[in-house]
């Protein structure tokens, strides 16, 4: 855990599971949720949350699909957008919803293309932008909505 005001590295608990590639999100309630990433046996469906006032992690549910190389957005409403990455075997095109007040996982609409690598912004209308990445073959030059 890093503090800023000092400028000093602590450590914290372990994650439950080992994990790279993963993405983390800052949710509304000050939580963190970790999502997916490769583990030793492949790509990952599970998902954690840390607490910074406790130093602690939970799981929570796992998510539809396993990805790596994804991304995890904070929508207004106060639910988490995944979008694309690779599951182990191919580029997805798929998203999902994370609603951290009830700590489930649902399917949404998916992307047009699939992609990893990719970015996606929030913008102030409550969109969000998906832009570039890489299609598994080539990289991309386009961008969706959500």
Known sequence: MYDPSTGIWTTTSNMTNART???AC???S???LVTGGAGISGALNSAELYDPSTGTWTTTSNMVATRYWHTASLL???KVLVTGGWNGNIVL???ELFDPSIGTW???SYMTDVRQF???SV???GKVLVTGGWNGTNAINNAELY
């Open 118 to 120: 990719h970015t996606a």
């Open 123 to 125: 913008l102030s209308s």
């Open 26 to 28: 800052a949710l509304s």
């Open 106 to 108: 649902t399917t949404t």
């Open 30 to 32: 000050g939580k963190i």
């Open 93 to 95: 095109n798929s998203t």
């Open 21 to 23: 590639e993963h993405t």
């Open 76 to 78: 207004s409403n106060g």
